[in-house]
């Protein structure tokens, strides 16, 4: 048992040294966050819609996270990461950097607000995903390019 | 031969001015006649309200970064860019005199559904009247009433910024006559009401095509395109296909895009973006039935 339990650590670790050599440009780094804020919103959407039970302790774990990331997240847009990468950050970024930091820091703050207030049931998440999702919405409406 | 010349010279002046008539009678501002607006009645205000979002007036009607109830001042917008020039979203606010207080409900539903002003004269198709054409005079009234109730502000925008030749407005009239059009966009099964009012909602108020069907070089649609997908007018990026061929939603089932246009998540929990932003606060207030009849609509059109 212990032995499946350190072989599954190494593995995790492997998989995780790799990922970061080969994604350590900013472009990459950036791109990784975001889907760690995506998948906490998803963990925390399929219980606002039923379709998973509610569990406190999972609600505090895809805040927790959401709130950690998104407080790193503008560290990654370092001048002459503006293109490659297939990166959907808009120049706009560089050109309103301060506007760009504050609307993340929004969604870090709004977080730490539910956090404190933990969402007690299904419809607490609902609400607090109502929150959330405008921030998201907020920032991604000038600063993201879907270029398909 | 100099009698000749002048009966050649007169011939063509001639023709020139039967060619100008012409003209002028296919393309002059061709308004409903008075009795379309007529006994309509007193306007339902609460579905005036639903019409209005989903009309989506706000977004390009209220001032850029307007939240909560400051949406509901229509003091005129953002400059809306196009390949043609700037457009100005006027001030459609209730005041008498910066807005459309004094206006009549003929002369807001002309406007709304022919695309012709007040004062007779043609509008640009920036206003996206070639989707309101569809739109049900019961439903301009209950909009024209509910807009009457909303604030009043005193901004006058500036007008258009447009290069010749798209600064002559008479020249939209030959726009209408090629583009204009009230017929539906594509064939849907008529004998389902939830497709027909998920396509008079997609096709009419909501006027999704308006930005995710491409235009030819005169601004009207690319025939067989419709809602495949177009470059954003206002720089880089795109506007999704969003026929069931998308590489973004045509995976989604319909339920994934009522929800979406509920809460401005994808499936994924990815979130809503760009100038669908806008969009997505304007549907989060239709009913879910609505939603779902635009949803269900998505999936029945042609695949792209």
Redesign the interface.
């Known amino acids: 048992m212990k032995i499946r339990a350190l072989m599954l650590a190494a593995a995790l670790a492997g998989l995780g040294v790799t990922a970061v050599t080969a994604a350590d440009e900013p472009q990459a780094v950036r791109q990784a966050l975001m889907k760690k804020v ?2 906490a ?2 963990a925390l ?1 399929g219980i606002a ?1 039923g379709e998973k039970p509610y569990d406190a302790e999972i609600v505090k774990v895809s805040l927790t996270t959401i709130s950690e990331t998104v407080k790193v997240f503008p560290d990654h847009f370092p001048t002459g990461s503006e293109t490659g990468s297939e990166t959907e950050a ?2 706009k970024i560089w050109e309103n950097m301060d506007d760009f930091k504050a609307k993340a820091a929004k969604l870090g703050s709004d977080t730490d607000a539910v956090l404190a207030q933990l969402p007690a049931d299904q419809a607490g998440v609902g609400a607090a ?2 929150i959330l ?2 921030d ?3 920032c ?2 000038t600063y ?5 | 031969m100099g009698r000749r010349i002048r009966k050649l010279v007169s011939g063509l002046v001639f023709v020139g001015l039967v060619g100008g008539a012409a003209f002028w009678w296919l393309t002059k501002p061709a308004p409903w006649p008075a009795d379309h607006w007529e006994g309509l009645g007193e306007p339902d205000l609460v579905n005036g309200e639903k019409i209005f979002w989903a009309g989506g007036c706000v977004s390009c009607h209220a001032k850029r970064g307007s939240e909560g109830d400051a949406r509901l001042v229509l003091a005129g917008g953002p400059p809306l860019k196009s390949p043609f020039g700037t457009f100005h979203a006027p001030n459609i606010s209730p005041d008498e005199t910066a807005g459309i207080g004094a206006w009549t409900l003929a002369e807001f539903g002309n406007a709304m559904t022919r695309g012709v002003g007040r004062n007779g004269e043609h509008l640009y198709p920036s206003f996206p009247y070639a989707s309101y054409i569809r739109m049900a005079p019961k439903d301009v009234n209950d909009l024209w009433g509910y807009m009457k109730t909303l604030p009043k502000a005193s901004d006058v925008a500036p007008g258009h910024e447009l290069p010749f030749p798209y600064s002559m407005r008479l020249a939209l009239g030959g726009w209408k006559l090629l583009f204009l059009t009230d017929t539906p966009r594509v064939a849907i099964d008529a004998a389902d009401p939830k497709l027909t009012r998920g396509q008079y909602l997609v096709e009419g108020p909501g006027h999704c095509g308006e930005c995710h069907t491409p235009r030819n070089a005169l601004g009207g649609f690319e025939p067989g395109q419709w809602l495949a997908g177009a470059p954003n007018p206002e720089g880089e990026g795109r506007i999704p296909n969003i026929t069931s061929g998308s590489k973004s939603i045509g995976g989604w089932s319909a339920s994934d895009i009522a929800s979406y246009l509920e809460t401005g998540f994808t499936p994924e929990f990815d979130s809503v973006g760009g100038s669908m932003v806008e969009v997505q606060k304007n549907m989060a207030k239709l009913t879910a039935a609505d939603r779902e009849a635009i949803a269900a609509y998505l999936k029945a059109i042609p695949t792209l």
């Open positions: 995506g998948q919103a998803g959407g819609k808009s120049p995903m109502g999702g405008k998201c919405g907020s991604h409406e993201r390019l879907k270029k398909n």
